[in-house]
Nanobody, 121 residues
């Protein structure tokens, strides 16, 4: 009923930039918070950045000043601009959204399939 599709991952050299996109589609009444998580090999999934429907974004300390999250509420799309990339940013990046499919139902969490980001040194 709701699908999140990420794009924009790839291979980049250290110091470079990438922009990830995530488009939510389906039976969407309202998207509340939307954000990005990442999971490096052998590590747990961690929050990278989250953008509420209103208010300020929150970032992991490790990406503050380098990554910027933004969203287009009309298009139910969230972006992650990643600058000054480091090898330790290498991970699978997942989009997540707290999405209501109707006025009467609570929001549920939905996840994308992930997109790989590899930063070479």
């Amino acid at each position: 009923q709701v699908e999140l599709v990420e794009s924009g991952g790839g291979l980049v050299q250290a110091g470079g930039s990438l922009r990830l996109s995530c488009a939510a589609s389906g039976s969407i009444f309202r998207a509340n918070a939307m954000g990005w998580y990442r999971q490096a090999p052998g590590k747990e999934r961690e929050l990278v950045a989250v953008q509420p429907s209103v208010g300020n974004a929150n970032y992991a300390d490790s990406v503050k000043g380098r990554f910027t999250i933004s969203r287009d509420n009309a298009e139910n799309t969230v972006y992650l601009q990643m600058n000054s990339l480091k090898p330790e940013d290498t991970a699978a990046y997942y989009c997540a959204g707290q999405i209501k499919t109707s006025y009467y139902r609570p929001a549920n969490d939905y996840w994308g399939q992930g997109t790989k980001v590899t930063v070479s040194s």
